[in-house]
């Protein structure tokens, strides 16, 4: 399981338009839906929406990754969003993110889920990385800098 399997251009959105963290989870399940990887987006959503709410998935470095575990995937699925303005996100150092990536797993399965956001806290350690994502016009180069 890797980011390269998960994330396809139809996964990528350059231009989120929300700007509250529900708008944005929605246009990430929108994505998600669309692409034919999510079952059931009122099941999913309100799985992300109840793990927000124990603990807000906005990181560090206008990072948030919502995620949550439902029955409304069989696999392992993930999408990646970059909004056009900073949301509030109740980060944990109280900055306002840009890159939103999500992934639903199925409730039965761990392994892929922790593996996937181990892999994906590894790349935003780097501010290079960051930049290189906000200012990218092309949705597999995002994917490319995400897996390289």
């Not at 109740?90 to 993110?97: A, I, K, N, V, Y």
């Not at 806290?121 to 290079?128: M, R």
């Amino acid at each position: 399981m890797n980011l390269k399997t998960v994330l396809t251009p139809e996964t990528v959105n350059l231009h989120l338009k929300g700007t509250s963290k529900e708008a944005i989870i929605d246009e990430l399940l929108d994505m998600l839906v669309q692409a034919g990887k999510v079952k059931d987006k009122a099941v999913a959503r309100a799985c992300v929406l109840d793990r927000e709410h124990k603990m807000s998935t906005g990181m560090k470095h206008g990072i948030a990754i919502p995620h949550g575990k439902t029955d409304s995937v069989s696999d392992l699925v993930a999408c990646i969003g970059i909004s056009d303005n900073p949301v509030d996100f109740d980060s944990l150092d109280q900055e306002p993110c840009r890159i939103f990536i999500m992934t639903l797993s199925p409730i039965d399965k761990t392994g892929p889920h922790l593996q996937f956001l181990a892999e994906v806290s590894l790349l935003f350690k780097s501010a290079e990385k960051r930049q290189e994502i906000l200012n990218t016009k092309d949705k597999s180069e995002v994917i490319r800098i995400l897996t390289e």
